[in-house]
């Protein structure tokens, strides 16, 4: 797995912790059949990212193999706006920038000098970001584990019902107000630890941050219109 799909899988599924899960109210509808109980994990975590309008923090990021040494380290900043809006900055020498204006992501690699170009919901249909960005629970795409409370977190572990998913499982460490960590085993057994710090949580953000601007020189891959 190459360094830019790397960052993009982790920073679609962090920035969903942002993307809405709360309802809106409409129309009369007849009534459901009852809903299994939720964990009090999973019930802490819909009421973060139902609050949840924005979000700003620094990251740090480190992949390990499967016998969990570190392969890279890198680290920097994020944004999110819902909905579908954000943008990560890893800083050099792995230098990447992410941006979704909410309906397209841009990837700019400014060592290779090139821009990759997708739609959003093309991106996001087969990765947890997907399940944790829809209008459901996540028991309807995910096995969810409460994992208790350990180190000051509160640990749910998510493993996607369908077989062909990007990842094994997700692991989030929950804290006072937002999530803190996350984990993905993906299927060639790396795993992704994702720590988030110093974050803000709905502050006023520059629009300017979800707009990409095409650098001077850079290859386009994909739809750039």
Request: hydrophobic content about 45%; some cysteine; aromatic content about 6%.
């Given at each position: 797995?190459?360094?830019?799909?790397?960052?993009?899988?982790?920073?679609?599924?962090?920035?969903?912790?942002?993307?809405?899960?709360?309802?809106?109210?409409?129309?009369?509808?007849?009534?459901?059949?009852p809903?299994?109980?939720?964990?009090?994990?999973?019930?802490?975590?819909?009421?973060?990212?139902?609050?949840?309008?924005?979000?700003?923090?620094?990251?740090?990021?480190?992949?390990?193999?499967?016998?969990?040494?570190?392969?890279?380290?890198?680290?920097?900043?994020?944004?999110?706006?819902?909905?579908?809006?954000?943008?990560?900055?890893?800083?050099?020498?792995?230098?990447?920038?992410?941006?979704?204006?909410?309906?397209?992501?841009?990837?700019?690699?400014?060592?290779?000098?090139?821009?990759?170009?997708?739609?959003?919901?093309g991106?996001?249909?087969?990765?947890p970001?997907?399940?944790?960005?829809?209008?459901?629970?996540?028991?309807?795409?995910?096995?969810?584990?409460?994992?208790?409370?350990?180190?000051?977190?509160?640990?749910?572990?998510?493993?996607?019902?369908?077989?062909?998913?990007?990842?094994?499982?997700?692991?989030?460490?929950?804290?006072?107000?937002?999530?803190?960590?996350?984990e993905?085993?993906?299927?060639?057994?790396?795993?992704?630890?994702?720590?988030?710090?110093?974050?803000?949580?709905?502050?006023?953000?520059?629009?300017?941050?979800?707009?990409?601007?095409?650098?001077?020189?850079?290859?386009?891959?994909?739809?750039?219109?």
């Amino acid at each position: 797995m190459n360094i830019a799909t790397t960052v993009l899988r982790t920073a679609l599924v962090v920035v969903s912790c942002g993307i809405a899960l709360s309802s809106v109210a409409g129309p009369a509808a007849a009534p459901a059949a009852p809903a299994a109980p939720v964990s009090a994990g999973e019930a802490k975590l819909e009421r973060m990212l139902a609050a949840t309008r924005t979000v700003k923090a620094r990251f740090e990021q480190v992949l390990l193999d499967a016998e969990l040494n570190t392969v890279k380290e890198s680290h920097g900043e994020f944004a999110l706006e819902r909905p579908n809006r954000f943008r990560w900055d890893y800083a050099p020498p792995a230098a990447q920038t992410i941006v979704s204006d909410g309906k397209k992501l841009w990837v700019y690699d400014p060592e290779l000098a090139q821009v990759t170009v997708k739609p959003l919901d093309g991106t996001l249909a087969r990765s947890p970001a997907a399940l944790l960005g829809g209008a459901g629970k996540l028991a309807e795409n995910f096995r969810v584990a409460d994992l208790g409370v350990d180190g000051g977190l509160h640990w749910l572990e998510l493993t996607p019902k369908v077989d062909d998913a990007e990842f094994e499982r997700v692991r989030l460490g929950l804290g006072d107000h937002f999530v803190e960590v996350m984990e993905l085993k993906d299927a060639f057994g790396q795993t992704t630890r994702i720590l988030l710090k110093s974050g803000e949580l709905n502050g006023k953000l520059d629009p300017k941050l979800f707009r990409f601007t095409l650098p001077a020189g850079a290859d386009v891959a994909g739809d750039e219109k």
